[in-house]
Each structure stands twice: as C-alpha cells, then as structure tokens.
C-alpha cells in the first residue's frame, strides 16, 4: 500500500511540475520584469527574440509552375478559341487551334500565347490585336490602345489571365 502511495504522490509532483510558469513565474508567452521593490509579467513582442515569443510565419521556400494560355481564331469564319492554365506554350496553342476547330474554325491560326500573365483580344471595325499584360486591366488596355490607334469601334471580345502556381519545394 505504501509503494502505491508513494507513486500516486510522485505522478501528482509531475504533474503539477509541468504546469508551473516559466521563467520568473510568468506564464508562456510573457517575461518577468522587475524594478526596486517590483516585478510583473510582460507579454513578449515578435521582435524579442524569444523563442516564447509570439510565433511568427514560416517562410516556406516555393517555385513557380508556369501556366501558359494562348488565342486562336479563324477571321474568315469570326471564330475565336482559347486556352488557359496550360503548362506548356505547346499545350496551350493547340488546346486553342482546336477550341477554334470546334467551334467552325477551317483556317484557325495562333494570335498570342502568354506564360504566367493576362490576355485580351480586341476587334474594331476592320481590326482585331492581342496584348497580354501583368494583370487583366492592363492587358485589355494595351489591346485597346492599339486598336485605337489604328480603327475604330474598339471593343474587348475576350481576357483573362493564367496565373503561376506557387508549389513549396
């Protein structure tokens, strides 16, 4: 019966042992300061070094996977076929050649394949023009600007974007 008393009473000093405060009485995440005849808790900021301190994110080292799109069309038919988020120029021309084909394209032709950005494709009266941009704004803006400068009634028939895909390593 002792020696069972004796290792009840050992498990309960361990136990309460694991959840004293640490350093200087103070709980996790909080260091003792003290002056003349004083001491409180004080939490610890992220710059403090810490390894108690507040957990900052881990930075996780990543890469890209391109993402190409491309735009096809057909000008005799009026037939336009795209792609998006390909991972090769060579995927996305021919998902875009037979988007065209499916649509009633006979003579579909490649107008731009862009790698990890934004496209547009403007038509004005007699004139159509690609651009491809950062970002979908700029891309449409560029495509306008151009047919601004050469026709008339401009006006977006299609954007979008194909983005890089960021994979940890």
């Excluded at 790698?115 to 560029?142: I, P």
């Excluded at 009634?153 to 890089?164: E, G």
């Amino acid at each position: 019966m002792t020696r069972i008393l004796v290792r009840l009473l050992t498990l309960l000093v361990i136990a309460f042992s694991a959840t004293t405060h640490a350093e200087g009485g103070c709980p996790p995440g909080q260091y003792p300061q003290h002056g003349q005849g004083w001491q409180t808790c004080v939490p610890m900021s992220a710059s403090s070094g810490s390894p108690q301190g507040t957990p900052q994110p881990v930075h996780v080292p990543s890469k890209s996977l391109d993402q190409w799109q491309a735009i096809a069309t057909d000008t005799v038919v009026g037939v336009i076929g795209t792609s998006a988020d390909k991972t090769t120029w060579n995927e996305a021309e021919r998902e875009a050649i037979s988007n065209c084909q499916e649509k009633g394209g006979t003579a579909c032709n490649i107008d731009i394949s862009y790698a990890n950005g934004c496209v547009a494709m403007v038509f004005g009266n007699s004139m159509k023009n690609s651009k491809g941009g950062s970002n979908q704004a700029q891309a449409e803006q560029r495509a306008m600007e151009q047919c601004k400068k050469d026709d008339t009634n401009c006006r977006v028939i299609y954007s979008a974007c194909s983005l890089p895909i960021e994979v940890p390593q």
